[in-house]
């Protein structure tokens, strides 16, 4: 634990997520079979939010890495049959399909989900794996590995693929994602130009950002570059400078940068970002090195919709970690909410008010969510993880007199 009021190194660990409460520790046991590497490892969360894949940094054919059809839980794992016979580095998944890179042959195997089968697709000309990335809409793979011209995409119906046109610097030691549109590649390199903008079914170059500067990437890659959840076509970028994290548009090519993180320490380079699956929370952790003053801390939690850090870094982040504390890369569990509970609060003169709403399971008494509601409506939204049923409480402000609606029993509604 590295300044636990800012931040956490752990390798491992499960969580039960609940809705404006701290989350609860599932398991107490770190995660350590397979164990990772010294390199760290990687994870990838599918769009349907219902599986999730992991690498471990090990060339252990059949334990290098798992298809996880409960990541929040991680139980019941699955080992494909085809075991991958090098050291695995990175790892995607789509809703139909998933895919594992190595360091060497056969650097790139893609399975189906439905049966855990393997797909035949072309390696010839490909190195060692650096990224992957399906589109949102699930039809093209793209890949950045050790050989030139260092960018594939390929095209998931077919299996065909377009390798880069222009070659950017840096020599294949490439983050990347997809648009929102699916229609280009967003690459980042650590040599000039240090983000492109490619044609993702051409691979042409459209775009190169070559000023040196701040947003200059950090060269310690593990997730430098995801997709903004909510802006259409944006990506969050990590850099090694202040600010350590940016917008950039990649309709407009223009950065816009958040608020650098100061309290407990200024932070070091950035290295990777995760967003929360959780879009309620509106949050992107940044993962770093440490503060250069005490305390020290590895990672930051920054609101999404503001581009400025939460006011206040949380004690326990949501996070499952993989691997050692100088290649950690985290890995954010699914908020998996398919029950929610609706209502609205009112005062004793029946005018809608801001209350804190809780919700209780009825068998154990125990917090399961936590939510306030609005001060103009008195609406509230509590999400809760199962059919209960369970107890709403509302909490009544100073002085202020009791009312029929202090507690309610409610089973909850599938979202």
């Keep these: 634990m590295a300044g636990a009021v800012f931040g956490e190194n752990v390798m491992g660990r499960i969580l039960e997520i609940r ?9 107490s046991d770190a995660i350590s079979y397979p164990s990772a590497g010294a390199s760290g490892a990687f994870a990838a969360l599918a769009p349907d939010l219902k599986a999730g894949v992991m690498t471990f940094n090990t060339s252990t054919s059949g334990s290098n890495f798992r298809y996880y059809p409960d990541m929040n839980t991680l ?15 990175v790892c995607a998944i789509s809703n139909d399909h998933y895919a594992i890179g190595g360091t060497s042959s056969p650097f790139l195997y893609v399975f189906k989900r439905s049966d855990h089968s393997l797909v035949s697709v072309a390696t010839t000309g490909l190195n060692a794996i ?13 890949v950045t590995h050790g050989a030139s011209p260092y960018i594939r995409v390929y095209n998931t119906s077919t299996w065909a693929y377009t390798d880069a046109v222009t070659v950017p610097g840096g020599g294949g030691n490439y983050g990347l994602t997809f648009t929102s549109d699916s229609t280009r590649l967003v690459v980042m390199s650590a040599n000039s130009p240090y983000i492109s903008i490619y044609n993702a079914t051409t691979m042409v170059r459209s775009y ?8 200059t990437p950090t060269t310690n890659y593990v997730r430098p570059l995801v997709r903004h959840p909510i802006t259409a076509n ?3 970028m990590a850099f090694g400078t202040s600010p350590f994290i940016a917008e950039f548009n990649a309709d407009t090519q223009v950065f816009t940068d958040f608020t650098a993180v100061t309290t407990g320490g200024v932070i070091g380079g950035g290295y990777s970002l995760i967003v929360d699956p959780d879009p309620t929370e509106d949050a992107v952790y940044l993962r770093h090195t440490a503060g250069s003053t005490a305390p020290s801390r590895t990672l930051s939690k920054f609101k999404i ?9 949380a004690a326990i982040y949501r996070n499952v970690m993989w691997g050692n504390t100088s290649a950690l890369t985290p890995f954010v569990i699914t908020y998996d909410t398919p029950y929610k509970i609706t209502g609205t ?3 004793i003169s029946n005018n809608p008010v801001a209350r804190v709403v809780r919700a209780h399971r009825r068998d154990t008494g125990e917090l399961a969510a936590q939510t306030t509601s609005s001060a103009s409506t008195g609406n509230y939204d509590l999400r809760v993880p199962d059919i209960g049923p369970y107890d709403v409480q509302f909490m009544t402000a100073a002085g202020e007199l009791l009312n029929d609606l202090f507690y309610a029993q409610t089973e909850p509604q599938p979202v």
């Design 234 to 236: 944006s990506i969050l």
């Design 345 to 347: 609060v009112r005062d």
């Design 208 to 215: 190169g950002y070559t000023a040196s500067g701040k947003y």
């Design 130 to 142: 650096y990224a992957l990335d399906f589109s949102p809409d699930g039809t093209k793979l793209a």
């Design 75 to 89: 139980a019941n794992p699955v080992t494909p049959a085809a075991g991958f016979a090098a050291t695995t580095t």
């Design 305 to 313: 919709s503001t581009r400025a850090p939460y006011p206040s870094q």
């Design 19 to 27: 809705q404006g409460l701290d989350p609860l520790l599932v398991s």
